[in-house]
């Protein structure tokens, strides 16, 4: 009888820890949010951002100057909406370092007079196996373009049967960035 009552608490509190995590979150302050594939986001010159009103023409992923990115974080996240980040701030990078990987995780270092960071997030899914990563950030004119891919497991395959969050996190120096770009584009490949 005691083994019961375990495995039922065992299970109650593991259904109050997956409730728990599953809670919504809106977009961070400081930081523009862009949305998915071909989407753009004009920046005004107090940060904030306004939704491109032209339609976007379709644009390769080679266009343009090939910036090197620096890897921050990749693999899971505790952030579970699907969605993409332009960070130009310190404060706006903390809350978002905090929603990614928690209060207790170190922050890495980012100068932001000379570098912006870039996330993308693929959202909650129902197994591991799936993946999101950037695979380039070009400058096209003034318009930054950021290419990503995110890849599901095989039809078929064992995957741990735990919730993920897919995450890619990078900074880029904004001087090599020949200093500012007016608008910044995803790209899903």
Request: glycine share 8%; net charge positive.
């Amino acid at each position: 009888m005691k083994r019961i009552n375990a495995y039922s608490l065992n299970g109650l509190i593991l259904s109050w820890l997956i409730l728990s995590a599953c809670g919504s979150r809106s977009a961070l302050p400081g930081t523009k949010p862009v949305g998915q594939s071909s989407a753009s986001v004009s920046g005004n010159s107090t940060g904030q951002s306004t939704p491109s009103s032209s339609p976007s023409p379709q644009i390769s992923a080679d266009a343009g100057v090939n910036l090197s990115l620096n890897s921050l974080a990749s693999g899971n996240s505790r952030h579970k909406t699907a969605g993409t980040r332009l960070v130009e701030s310190q404060d706006a990078f903390e809350t978002l370092w905090q929603e990614h990987s928690g209060s207790s995780a170190i922050l890495p270092e980012v100068d932001f007079a000379t570098d912006t960071v870039v996330a993308v997030f693929a959202g909650q899914k129902p197994t591991g196996g799936y993946s999101i990563k950037i695979t380039s950030i070009r400058l096209n004119g003034g318009e930054l373009l950021v290419s990503y891919q995110e890849s599901e497991p095989a039809k078929g395959s064992l995957n741990s049967q735990v919730l993920t969050a897919p995450a890619h996190i990078v900074k880029i120096d904004k001087n090599k960035a020949n200093g500012d770009f007016n608008s910044v584009r995803f790209l899903k490949q």
